[in-house]
Nanobody, 119 residues
Framework: QVQLVASGGGLVQAGGSLRLSCAASGRTFDDYAMGWFRQAPGKDRDFVGEISRTGRSTTYAESVKGRFTISRDNAKNTVYLQMNSLKPEDTAVYSC????????????WGQGTQVTVSS
C-alpha cells in the first residue's frame, strides 16, 4: 500500500504560481513513478504530467508544457508540481497518483487539492 496526501492548493490570480506537494508513505517511494492529474467541474479527469522513479524523466500534457514542472525528493518521499503562469482554465482539483515503473496504470491515488485561478 502507498498512501498519498496532496497539499498546497489555493486561490491565485491568473499569471500567478502555486506549488503542490504530494507526500507518500507506505511502500518504498522510489519504486514508483508519480503522476499528477486534474479534474475540473463537469469534466473528466485529465493527465497533467508524471515523473519517473528516479526523477530523470518527466512527461507533460501539452496544455501545461512549459508552465508546469514536476520534481521529486525521494529522501522526503515527496513529489512536487510547480505551476507557473496559471490560467483560469487550470482551475481544477489536482490529485497525485503512484504506479510501479513497469506498469502503465496508476494504482494508488491521493485525495485532491483544489486550485482556483481567478481572471
Amino acid at each position: 500500500q502507498v498512501q498519498l496526501v496532496a497539499s498546497g492548493g489555493g486561490l491565485v490570480q491568473a499569471g500567478g504560481s502555486l506549488r503542490l506537494s504530494c507526500a507518500a508513505s507506505g511502500r518504498t517511494f522510489d519504486d514508483y513513478a508519480m503522476g499528477w492529474f486534474r479534474q475540473a467541474p463537469g469534466k473528466d479527469r485529465d493527465f497533467v504530467g508524471e515523473i519517473s522513479r528516479t526523477g530523470r524523466s518527466t512527461t507533460y500534457a501539452e496544455s501545461v508544457k512549459g508552465r508546469f514542472t514536476i520534481s521529486r525528493d525521494n529522501a522526503k518521499n515527496t513529489v512536487y508540481l510547480q505551476m507557473n503562469s496559471l490560467k483560469p482554465e487550470d482551475t481544477a482539483v489536482y490529485s497525485c497518483a503512484a504506479r510501479r515503473q513497469d506498469i502503465s496504470s496508476y494504482r494508488y491515488w491521493g485525495q485532491g487539492t483544489q486550485v482556483t485561478v481567478s481572471s
